[in-house]
C-alpha cells in the first residue's frame, strides 16, 4: 500500500518562495512505472496540475509553465520524497496543495491528505 | 492548453436512479496508440479526490461496477448506473495527453 505523507498548513509571505516536499512510503520515488505529481485546488482556480517528475532510465520533470510562480518538482531519491518548489508566490498561489501518484498513464491513484497554503502578509 | 467543459455543473439525484455526466474537450484526446487521455474523479465532501476512471473506459481498483466511462475523440461520459447515497459529491475530468494536463470545472452531485 502506498501513502503520501505531506506536512500540515502553513504561511507563507507574498513575493516569497514556496517549497513543499512529500515522503513516500510503500514505493520508491525511483520506480520505473510511477509519476509523482503535484497538484492544487482552490475555489476560484479548481484543479489545477502543477507538474510531475518521473524515472525512466534518467530523471524527468515537466510543469505548467504558464502559472506566475513557474512551479518546479524534483525528486529526492536519498529521502524518498519529492517536492515542489514556487518563485514568488502571490495571494492567488492560495490553495490546498496534493501530492499525488500516477501509475504510467493509468491515472493519479494516490493522494495525499493536502496542505492547506496561504499567501498573506 | 486544452480546455475541459463539463455539463450539467449540478446534478440532483434520486437513490436508484441512472446518472451521467458529459465532458468536452477543446481537442482530440486520442493518442496514438489508440487510448483516450481522459480520466474521471470524485471528490467526496472532506476528501482528497480519487480515481474512477482511467484512459476513458476503464474502472480504477476498488471502483464500483456501477460506474462506466466511455466516449472517444473530445466527447466523453461518466455514467452512474444506479446513484447510491454514498455518490454525493463533485465529479471532476481530467485531460493526461499533454502536460499540463488540465481539469474540468466540477460537476456537482447530491440527492434530490
Known amino acids: 500500500q502506498v501513502y503520501l505523507q505531506q506536512s500540515g498548513p502553513i504561511v507563507v509571505r507574498p513575493s516569497q518562495s514556496l517549497s513543499l516536499t512529500c515522503n513516500i512510503s510503500g514505493d520508491s520515488v525511483s520506480s520505473y512505472d510511477a509519476v509523482w505529481t503535484w497538484v492544487r485546488q482552490s475555489p476560484s482556480r479548481g484543479l489545477e496540475w502543477l507538474g510531475r517528475t518521473y524515472y525512466r532510465s534518467r530523471w524527468h520533470s515537466d510543469s505548467a509553465l504558464s502559472l506566475k510562480s513557474r512551479p518546479t518538482v524534483d525528486p529526492d531519491t536519498s529521502k524518498n520524497q519529492f517536492r515542489l518548489q514556487l518563485k514568488s508566490v502571490s495571494p492567488e498561489d492560495t490553495a490546498v496543495y496534493y501530492c499525488?501518484?500516477?501509475?504510467?498513464?493509468?491515472?493519479?491513484?494516490?493522494w495525499g491528505q493536502g496542505t492547506m497554503v496561504t499567501v498573506s502578509a | 492548453d486544452i480546455v475541459l467543459t463539463q455539463s450539467p455543473l449540478s446534478l440532483p439525484v434520486t437513490p436508484g436512479e441512472p446518472a451521467s455526466i458529459s465532458c468536452r474537450a477543446s481537442q482530440s484526446l486520442l493518442y496514438s496508440n489508440g487510448e483516450e487521455h481522459l480520466d474521471w474523479y470524485v471528490q467526496k465532501p472532506g476528501q482528497s479526490p480519487q480515481l474512477l476512471i482511467y484512459l476513458g473506459s476503464y474502472r480504477a481498483s476498488g471502483v464500483p461496477d456501477r460506474f462506466s466511462g466511455s466516449g472517444s475523440g473530445t466527447d466523453f461520459t461518466l455514467k452512474i448506473s444506479r446513484v447510491e447515497a454514498e455518490d454525493v459529491g463533485v465529479y471532476y475530468c481530467m485531460q493526461a495527453l499533454q502536460a499540463p494536463f488540465t481539469f474540468g470545472p466540477g460537476t456537482k452531485v447530491d440527492i434530490k
Open positions: 499525488v501518484k500516477a501509475w504510467g498513464s493509468h491515472g493519479l491513484d494516490v
